[in-house]
């Protein structure tokens, strides 16, 4: 899994605001540890599809999707989520951005000891966390 | 070989009540269990992993691994499904079964939840039927059921008279900001509501403490053991007495029978014993809930029963049902959510019954505070991106201000709907498994249809500036509120026991869960499981 990818990639489908982004609540952590343990079998096609991610932004920009400006990134996503892509795809590339938005969605917003909602930014952010009732 | 007065498959909401009846009444009981005694840590907070949000795992069995089903679905297509999945249609595998982890609403059935066929005609398809016993003669039990577990409701605001004797043994859960909007809403519309009735201890009650209203209610277990399950009630009871035995981690593989084909006991696995054991028994109960009930008859086949148990006129396993859940959702202009669970509060059963054009009907209910994860999945409105900046906005703003209405929808049965064992797919310890097929009948949709308007309309009237809606489509229901598939009635021909749980011609054989539902109301069924095993449980001990 390439680490500058991925960050970039979780950072564009939850962006930071006032509230941290993806990377920095610790999506990665978690999308590592989950995809060595419930989602092993599919670690080498969840890899296949960064890869290919990187074709697409490659293709499209001329650029590795890290280094392209939010805007770039986000063509490139939603040109891989509704199918107009330049790239080819050996995987099914539907599976893989389900996949994708979903497993880093449930890092994001899953109990922090999974990892990816580091000190419970997303809890605070949506206020399902209150000092009252913890 | 050991000899019980009874032995009972299951020790979920039916079976640990008729092992604490019989139990009681002095029987020497064996109650099978084929899951473990899940401890709160064992059950844990796992947003991903529970029985409300399962994607990974869950938390109260059967374990992921060594327990398939098979699953048919509307094309024909069969597939071998996990625990967690979908499909499986899980209910817990522990001690306590579903009640260890269930939301715990305590809703009786409608006197004409009863009398479906009578009230409406039987729809071309549909296995649509009465029941052998009316709402009165369960009355008394539902009162049981309320008092001996605890029960938390206001009887004089339940609204379709439903005649009751006594009211509920606890005050009701306390109001939230959602119900007094979903309040002055169903004012407005002219609807009648009425706080959830809930099987949780808002005050304490039986020496155990009350709810401390924290956020993990259904899907987990109770922090201060204030959820009233089978395995902090009635099982209790049944250990105190000294003459129960509880087997865990023990599935059942078979119901044996003698050279006459008359009911003798178990034969059963247990976890870490390489051989299998059988236990001898006056009388058996089956309370392992609508699949793996129908399940263990159908494996439990001799010369006798070449078919299974009960099963001579292909009855056993049919009218597999649940219910369908209309989920309608607005945006309040106000925050309505402030931390305090269990979060359903208030609901209106105006649209039990009596609906141009529908059979039967439902009831609506706001909903258990729900995980952000859980809420990601499930309540976003349909278009909202579902990444980027606006999707976690919408979260960050409105996971406060979404209301929530939803509930079950009177399933309409139909015999095509159902459980068999599959040909050749096993668990690990060799038993058939469970194959599912089929779908609800169309009625159903159409109710459920006419159910998901009306909670958009409430919401609507609720003062909700956006309203979105999700409704599911043709599918089978059984999940956690599965039922019907061993149906009680008085024709052998037709359904499966008498009005007792007792199998046709079967003396000492009894099915006691929901199983048993003959239709499975437009309510929450588990007190209605409840009251059965109660009435159920003082029969067997006055014939056994």
């Known amino acids: 899994m390439k680490s500058e990818t991925l960050r970039a990639v979780v950072n ?70 509704y199918g107009d892509v330049l790239s080819s795809w050996q995987i099914s590339r539907q599976r893989f951005f389900e996949m994708l938005v979903c497993t880093t969605t449930e890092g994001f917003y899953s109990e922090p000891q999974q990892g990816g909602n580091r000190g419970a930014v997303s809890w605070t952010m949506t206020g399902f966390e209150d000092q009252v009732n913890p | 070989m050991k000899e019980y007065d009874a032995i009972i498959v299951g020790s979920g909401a039916a079976g640990g009540i008729v092992a604490c009846v019989l139990a009681e009444a002095g029987k020497h009981v064996l109650l099978l269990e084929r899951g473990r005694e899940l401890s709160f840590a064992d059950v844990g907070r796992d947003h991903l992993r529970n029985q409300r949000l399962a994607i990974y795992g869950h938390n109260a069995g059967p374990e992921l691994n060594g327990n398939p089903r098979v699953f048919v ?77 605890g029960a938390a409701g206001d009887g004089r605001t ?58 993990y209610c259904v899907g987990f277990a109770c922090p201060t053991d204030a959820k009233n399950g089978s395995q902090n009630t009635v099982i209790p009871r049944a250990l105190a007495t000294g003459n129960c035995e509880l087997q865990t981690s023990a599935i059942a593989a078979s119901i044996d029978v003698d050279s006459q084909g008359n009911v003798k006991g178990v034969t059963y696995f247990v976890e870490g014993v390489a051989v299998r054991q059988s236990a001898l028994a006056k009388v058996v109960v089956v309370s392992g809930g609508a699949i793996e009930s ?46 305090v669970g269990p979060g ?137 509120h599965q039922a019907g598939t061993c149906r009680m009635g008085k024709d052998p021909k037709t359904s499966v026991t008498d009005e007792w749980g007792r199998v046709h011609n079967h003396d000492n054989l009894f099915v006691v869960d929901g199983s048993l539902h003959v239709t499975n109301g437009g309510f929450n069924p588990v007190l209605t499981i409840m009251a059965l095993a109660f009435r159920s449980g003082e029969y067997i001990a006055r014939q056994f």
């Open chain 2, 158 to 215: 339940i609204n379709h008279q439903v005649p009751r004797r006594r009211n509920y043994p606890l005050p009701p859960v306390p109001p939230s900001p959602q119900t007094s909007a979903l309040e002055k809403g169903a004012s407005r519309l002219g609807w009648v509501t009425t706080p959830v009735p809930l099987l949780i201890n808002t005050e304490p009650y039986q020496g155990r403490a009350a709810c401390i209203a924290c956020k």
């Open chain 2, 73 to 149: 679905d509307p094309q024909g297509r069969s597939r071998i499904v996990r625990p967690h999945e979908l499909d499986y249609h899980n209910n817990a595998a522990c001690v306590g079964g579903g009640t260890r982890v269930y939301g715990a609403q305590a809703w009786r059935f409608h006197p004409d939840d009863f009398r479906m066929a009578t009230k409406y005609g039987v729809p071309r398809g549909s296995s649509l039927a009465d029941w052998p016993i009316t709402y009165e003669t369960l009355e008394p039990y539902y009162e049981r059921a309320e008092w001996e577990l």
């Open chain 2, 344 to 480: 359903v509060t208030i609901a209106t059963t105006q649209f039990s019954h009596d609906n141009a054009g529908i059979i039967g009907g439902g009831m609506l209910a706001d909903d258990f505070i729900k995980p952000p994860i859980d809420f990601w999945y499930d309540s976003l409105p349909p278009d909202l991106p579902r990444w980027g900046i606006r999707n976690k906005e919408f979260m960050r703003d409105n996971y406060t201000r979404v209301m929530h209405v939803r509930g079950p929808v009177q399933d309409i049965p139909n015999p095509d709907g159902r459980v068999t064992v599959d040909a050749a797919m096993r668990d690990k310890w060799g038993i058939p498994v469970a194959r599912l097929s089929g779908t609800t009948h169309p009625a159903t949709v159409e109710a459920a249809e006419f159910m998901r308007e009306r909670g958009e309309e409430w919401l609507r009237a609720s003062g909700c500036e956006k309203v979105w809606s999700a409704q599911p489509g043709l599918i089978l229901s059984g999940r956690q």
């Open chain 2, 294 to 339: 129908a399940r263990l008859l159908l494996n439990s086949r001799s010369h006798h029963s070449p078919a299974g148990l009960g099963n001579e006129h292909d009855q056993v396993g049919r009218n597999l049902q649940g219910h369908l859940y209309p989920r309608a959702y607005g945006l309040s202009t106000t925050k309505v959510f402030d931390g």
């Open chain 1, 12 to 81: 564009c489908l939850i962006p930071a605001d006032e509230f941290p982004g993806a990377y920095e609540a610790g999506v990665c952590d978690y999308l590592r540890k989950l995809f060595e343990t419930d989602l092993r079998d599919d670690a080498e096609f969840f890899t296949t599809g960064l890869e290919s991610i990187e074709l697409e932004a490659r293709a499209r920009f001329g650029e590795p999707f890290a280094s392209l400006i939010p805007e770039q990134q986000t063509i490139t996503l939603e040109a891989i989520q």
